[in-house]
Structures are given as C-alpha cells and as structure tokens.
C-alpha cells in the first residue's frame, strides 16, 4: 500500500524531528507537501533557495544576508520562533563538515519546539552524521490521476491559444498517460507541450515521442543506456513459441487498463539461454518495438566500482531508476558475465551481494519492469537465477533449422537490397546447416563485398563459397552446444 507522505510529514513533527528530508527533484510539489502540513500544524513556513535567502513564505523581502547557507541555518538556530524551515538545494553543501554541523544543531533545537529544518531534492546523499538526527518522508511519484489532469490542462490551454486536434483515441491515452511515468509533472508539462505545438495535435505518434523522450532521463547517469528498437519480432525467424508467447500478452501493453480489471499483472520477463548468434538479443530490441515500451541496456561493467559499496549503490540506484521510468523493457545481455556462479571469492563478495539485490528486486520491484535477460553460459549461472518465480519463463534458443535458416537469409537479403527470389534459398538452407543466424548475416555480407570487389552481382555461387570458408558455430563449439541441448530439456522451453 502506498504510503501516505502529508501523515509520514505529521508524525515525524510530532515525534520529535527537527529535520526532515523530502525525497522529491519536484520543488513545487515538495512546497505544497510542507505547505500542507503547516496548516494542519499551525506552523509558519520559511523558505530558503540560494539566489534569494531565507524567506517567510508571503513575506516581499527575505532575511538579510541569509543567501550563505551557514548564516541562514544560524539564523534558524538563534531564532526561538517555531515553524517550518524549507532548504531547497542544499544537498551539495552537506557535504563540508560545517554545514552538517549546522543542520544537526538547528535540528536539535527545533526538536525542543514545534517545527522542523526540511530538507528537498531527489538525490541528496546524507553524511553519517546526519542519518540518525533526518527523518525521511518519500514523496510518491505523480499518479495516473495527476497525468491525466495535467494532460486535460495542457489540451484546453493549447486549443484556447492556438487549436489542437485530438485525434487520440482512450486505449491510445491510456498509453500515453502511462509512458509518462517516471517524469515529473513540470518534465510531462513541457514534453506534452511540444509534441502538441510540433504538430498542431494530439495522436498515436506522440506515444512514441514521448518514449524517446525519456533518453535524456535515462542516460544521466551512464548506468543505463537507452537503445533504439529498431526491430519486429517479423524481422526474426523461427523462435515461433517465444513470439507467440511474447505475442498474449502484447495485448496487455495495448490495454494496461482492461487488463488490470481482468486481474492480469504486468509480466516480469523472460531468460533467454541458447547458442550464441541465434537472436536472443534481437529478441530484447524487437519486444520493445512491439509493444511500444522504451528500451534500455543494463551494462553490468558499469556498475563496479573500486570503492567499497559503490557497486551496490550503483546497482541500486539502476533499479531504481528503471522502476522510476517504467513501463519499459530492460535487457540484461550476457547475465552470467554480472552475477557468474562463485565468483564471490575473487572480487570480495561484491558480485554476490549485487546478485542478491538483483534477485530481491526481481522478487518486489514495484514497477512496470520488463526484463529480458540473455545466457550463453549456464554453467556459469547463480542456482538462485534459474529458480521459478525469478522469471516468467526461461526459453532455450537453440540453432535454426532448415526452414528457419531460409528465411534468415530471405531476410538479410531484402535488408541489403537483394531480390531472395533470383536466389536458390532451399540449397543454401540446407547447405548451412549448423549455421548460427548470425553466421548467416555475415554469410551475405561477406559474398556482397566478394561481388562488389569483383564488379559483379551476388550469386548463389558466391554465397556457398563464402559458407565453405565459413566454419559453422556447431563445428567451432560442439562441445558447448551439445552440453546446451543435454541441459535444456525439463528446465527450459523451446523457442522455436
């Protein structure tokens, strides 16, 4: 149940917290939040913001020479009014030793009285001497509601200046009011303003847009990257009962709503373990594509770092982000290279204790999280990874079969601009046998450069001299593979 931030605000007061944190990046709605509290509590309200010093809320002019931190906290300090001391900004500051004096002794004075030092922001690191003497109160990200409000605001204000079409249908709406998670309500206002004045309306595109939007959000930090899904599961060949799974509950993502009604939840994700080469990560891409969801990469390398804890709250701070700006798909390429079985002992414990995070925020994130994690190594897999419940399903990707392998190459013929109907596609299926799809690709490339050196077009003779040359990935790694498919039965289910 989501908790209540005006009442969390009242019982810390009550209980004697002189400081306060609000854990928003949104000032106005931190304000309104204190705001609201100091007339339930019969509290006056000061504000602080560098540029203009400590200010009565109301008041024209602001305490003198209170544009310096430490003055202003000294200030609250002498004062023997009680009230509400907002500190917007500060976070930074925390840092120098004096100024976290300052908050704790104005914190201990104000415990003796009504009110308290709150301090605003959305990623303020508090020292070790301030966690005990700060009281958190989280403040809930905007709700559907609020979207939908805002939204409705923005139409009227927008038609009124200049006429906006609204050509967007509800289960369109709810889309677009969905994907508007994770950005705050002053982020929404200025994104929906755009995409309506580009464009003179309101439509299904700007669903889209707004997905792109969120790259900027997502890339801040550099621990996760946004990725173009450029693909559709049409694009892939073969993996028939992953795209018809992957396909039941398309239906969730185009109506969020009804579903929700139906009693469905949002799906947790799948594990993709199989022979390199064969589309696992394509998989990632074109889910995203499909159900019109962003997609960002998890790069576990950026994660670790030399300081001790950093790699954890780094991890941390990924997941929360990515909770922070669902729905969206998250991929996971090459999982066991983060979380590899018994690698505890050479990085100190590190890797284990990310892994266990991991499997706890797979066991309770709240948000609108799909997460698409790929394996080429099971031997290197944590036990705890595979166990049910941690994914939805794990599919084994296995390498293509004949058919599949026809129209690997039908497809990666159209992409370069070659007509597959003035080629013999069954010869070259069959004649590729224990090739990877990958393989394939390089296959058609490597004969079209052949082609192009020679000033001649691209032949099936071409594309067979290139696949002898070629030694497949079922000659190269038999061993792996055939561990693979003696592995796979009664812990996976085939993709194709």
Known sequence: MDRDPLHDFELLIRSRYGALLVESAEEDRAEALVESAAWRLQLPVFVWRRATGLRRRGAPNGVYGTQDPRIALGHVIESTAPGLYVFHGLGPELDKPEVADLVREAAQQLSGRAGAVVLTGGSVR??????????PVPLAAPTR???????????????????????????????????????????????????????????????????????????????????PAAESLDEIAGLVRLKEWLG????????????????????????????PGCGKSLCAKAVAAAWSLPLVKLD????????IGETEQNFRKAMGLADRLSPLVLWIDEIEKAFAAGGGDEDGGVSQRVLGSFLSWLQERRGDVFVVATANDVQRLPAELLRKGRFDETFFVDLPDEATRRAILDIHLRRRKQAPEG????????????????????????????????????????????????????????????????WAPGRTVPAN
């Open 126 to 135: 508090l020292p070790e001497s301030l966690r005990t003497a700060v009281g």
């Open 145 to 227: 509601k609020e979207y939908e409000e805002l939204l409705g605001r923005v139409v009227r204000d927008l038609s009124a200046r200049m006429g906006i079409t609204v050509t967007i249908t509800p289960t369109e709406q709810d889309r677009l009011l969905a994907n508007l998670k994770g950005l705050t309500l002053a982020e929404a206002e200025k994104l929906l303003t755009r995409v309506m004045v580009e464009d003179g309306s309101l439509n299904a595109k700007d669903v889209r847009r707004v997905i792109e939007a969120k790259q900027d959000l997502v890339e801040r930090d550099g621990l996760l990257e946004y990725c």
């Open 248 to 275: 039941k509950r398309r239906a969730f993502m185009e109506d969020p709503q009804r579903a929700a009604a139906f009693g469905l939840e949002f799906p947790r994700g799948v594990l993709l373990v199989g022979v």
């Open 300 to 307: 576990p390398g950026a994660l670790y770092d030399k300081y």
């Open 423 to 486: 080629f013999d596609l069954s010869r070259l299926a069959q004649e590729s046998q224990g090739y990877s799809g990958a393989e394939l690709e390089q296959v058609v490339v490597s004969a079209l450069y052949s082609a192009f050196s020679a000033g001649t077009p691209l032949t099936d003779g071409l594309l067979l001299a290139e696949l002898r040359q070629m030694p497949p990935i079922a000659s190269t790694a038999r061993e792996k593979i055939a561990f693979l498919r003696e």
